[in-house]
């Protein structure tokens, strides 16, 4: 029903920046949310940032000051800029959104996740 595509990550340098990207497509009502979250190797996927439908966004400690969410919602789109990059930064970053799809002659919310773009920081 709904797919969500993300890209924009590679390779940086500690104190580098880099825009991550991700589109929403399917058969879409509305969007109630869209964020990020991101896992590093042997370690549990964590929140990174979210922005809800009112435009409010809200993030991690750990990357506060750092990275900035905003999104298009004309095309679907999120994005999360990453500034002052650090190793520890270094993870798959993945993309959610939690939309409203149509079910027969109603609707039902769905929490839909992207492949993952791999960030990684050297230093």
């Known amino acids: 029903q709904v797919q969500l595509v993300e890209s924009g990550g590679g390779l940086v340098q500690a104190g580098g920046s880099l825009r991550l990207s991700c589109v929403a497509s399917?058969?879409?009502?509305?969007?109630?949310?869209m964020g990020w979250y991101r896992q590093a190797p042997g370690k549990q996927r964590e929140w990174v940032a979210i922005i809800v439908s009112g435009g409010s966004t809200n993030y991690a400690d750990s990357v506060k000051g750092r990275f900035t969410i905003s999104r298009d919602n004309a095309k679907n789109m999120v994005y999360l800029q990453m500034n002052s990059l650090k190793p520890e930064d270094t993870a798959v970053y993945y993309c959610?959104?939690?939309?409203?799809?149509?079910?027969?002659?109603?609707?039902?919310?769905?929490?839909?996740w992207g492949q993952g773009t791999l960030v990684t920081v050297s230093s």
């Open positions: 959610n959104v939690n939309t409203v799809v149509p079910l027969g002659p109603g609707y039902r919310s769905l929490e839909v």
């Open positions: 399917g058969n879409i009502v509305s969007i109630n949310a």
